[in-house]
């Protein structure tokens, strides 16, 4: 599994620039937290290849199911704690979850350390949580 700043790694299909190309629907483990954003291993090769033809077709947008299929891999997402199908509150609210298991963990342990890193983790997802539904909102307002 795959972990970043102690919180874990979700799978997800996104979007990640490459230079002057944007790649669409491209398989990404990323973290809620820091948002750092990792292309999966599995993938990393064909990923490669297709940025290099695109950049050198000068081409500004790919979409990465177009020219790879991943419809052989039923394991691609192996390596992440949770996939994101969809639906990013609940992936939240489950991170949000597991912060608070741990923390307790870390309150038995008398840790300190471990806590105050669990209670910004926890601030962070928080925050993502409410500007999502604040987002989600205003969206189906407009709509």
Excluded at 6 to 32: D, E, I, W
Excluded at 107 to 132: F, G, H, I, M, V
Aim: proline share 3%; charged share 25%.
């Amino acid at each position: 599994m795959s972990f970043c700043c102690g919180a874990g790694m979700l799978g997800s299909f996104g979007t990640v620039r490459h230079y002057k190309t944007l790649v669409h629907n491209v398989p990404v483990m990323y973290c809620p937290v820091c948002n750092r954003l990792e292309v999966l291993p599995a993938i990393e090769g064909e990923f490669e290849i297709l940025v290099e033809y695109a950049q050198g077709d000068n081409a500004p947008e790919v979409d990465f199911r177009d020219f790879v299929s991943i419809d052989n891999m039923p394991h691609l997402f192996d390596n992440c704690t949770m996939t994101d199908e969809g639906n990013y509150a609940e992936v939240l609210k489950q991170q949000i979850d597991i912060a608070l298991d741990l923390m307790g963990v870390a309150k038995d342990l008398d840790d300190s350390d471990w806590r105050d890193q669990l209670k910004a983790r926890l601030t962070k997802l928080s925050q993502r949580l409410r500007q999502y539904n604040k987002r989600k909102e205003i969206s189906q307002r407009s709509a």
